[in-house]
């Protein structure tokens, strides 16, 4: 890997997946007995947290909050 001018450097896609990495995903860099490890940051949120934190935050939410499962589904089919 080469270390880029910002100090960042690229994790190759087939360990991005193996350690079921996503882009936003939170890491730290830690030195154990002179070597550098990446490591998931403790209490990270997951990807599956962060889109469900967006969700809750967009405009859409906010036009649907407090209506039925069935009032929805009637605004989203336009009937």
Do not use: C, F, W
């Amino acid at each position: 890997m080469l270390l880029n001018s910002k100090g960042q450097v690229t994790i190759p896609a087939v360990l991005r997946a193996k350690y079921n990495l996503h882009e936003g995903d939170e890491v730290d860099v830690i030195e154990v007995n002179g070597t550098l490890r990446i490591v998931r940051a403790e209490g990270a949120d997951t990807p599956g947290q962060r889109l469900v934190r967006r969700m809750r935050s967009s405009r859409v939410s906010k036009d649907v909050e407090g209506l039925s499962t069935d009032e929805i589904m009637e605004l989203l089919r336009g009937d």
